[in-house]
């Protein structure tokens, strides 16, 4: 991944205060298994314009095209697993690069653990907001059960949860000191979710000025 190798990653607010940047911002979109992250990340680019880096879709992506990165990756997508960060971290430098020129770019499901977090800090972009989807358990199994995907089998799910719980919840704290979080209530109708999202993407100055619903 190209960094800065003299950087000292601190906290989020730290790195954004000290560097003046033309790269796109960055939106961090966090939140359980089945929350919602991807369906709002879609609408969300049409209506503001931005830019959408999943690593989970990404990831899927290189599996199913059985490159390399698709090789080392399958086995821990199948087990619901966190995929090393190494790997995660080469996917999501090659998408931003595709996207340097978008007025903005929302990461759905990266970072994932506080050291992808620390890595984030040093990159060119920075974050300018982390919203945080909030779904009841019994909702999210429901939603997962309803799609069905091959890591949405109960046992599979119940693991993504756990990790879920272990290694990324730490970050909403990590971006709550940096008063970067926002809470954004997921149980409801995507498209009130998204309303509430674009308006704080808005406020941040991320993506283009369009209509919200
Ligand atoms: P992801 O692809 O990120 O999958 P997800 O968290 O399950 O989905 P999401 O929250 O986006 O839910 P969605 O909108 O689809 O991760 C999959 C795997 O990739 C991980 O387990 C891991 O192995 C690997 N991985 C990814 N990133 C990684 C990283 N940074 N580090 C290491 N490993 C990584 O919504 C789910 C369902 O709910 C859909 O069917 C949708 O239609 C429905 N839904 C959504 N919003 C709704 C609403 N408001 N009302 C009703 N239904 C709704």
């Not at 059985?66 to 821990?76: I, L």
């Not at 990590?174 to 309303?195: P, Q």
Request: charged share 20%; with cysteine; hydrophobic share 40%.
């Amino acid at each position: 991944m190209s960094m800065a190798p003299s950087m000292t990653a601190t906290s989020p607010t730290a790195t954004t205060a000290r560097r003046v940047s033309v790269a796109p911002p960055l939106v961090v979109i966090l939140g359980p298994p089945g929350s919602g992250k991807g369906t709002q990340c879609e609408r969300l680019v049409e209506i503001l314009g931005v830019a959408h880096v999943s690593t989970g879709d990404a990831l899927r992506r290189e599996v199913r095209r059985d490159t390399p990165q698709g090789r080392r990756a399958g086995a821990y997508l199948r087990s619901g697993a966190l995929v090393p960060d190494g790997l995660v971290l080469e996917v999501v430098n090659e998408a931003l690069q595709r996207h340097r020129h978008a007025p903005g770019i929302l990461l759905d499901g990266f970072p994932r653990t506080v050291g992808q977090a620390h890595r984030l800090t040093q990159l060119e972009s920075a974050v300018r907001l982390a919203a945080a989807l909030v779904v009841p358990p019994a909702t999210l199994l429901r939603r997962l059960a309803e799609r069905g995907r091959a890591d949405d089998q109960s046992e599979i799910v119940h693991r993504r949860l756990v990790y879920y719980q272990r290694d990324t919840r730490p970050l909403l704290e990590w971006y709550a000191e940096s008063g970067l979080l926002v809470h954004v209530d997921g149980n409801r109708a995507a498209s009130e979710v998204t309303t509430v999202l674009a308006r704080h993407l808005q406020r941040v100055g991320v993506g283009a000025h369009r209509a919200t619903t």
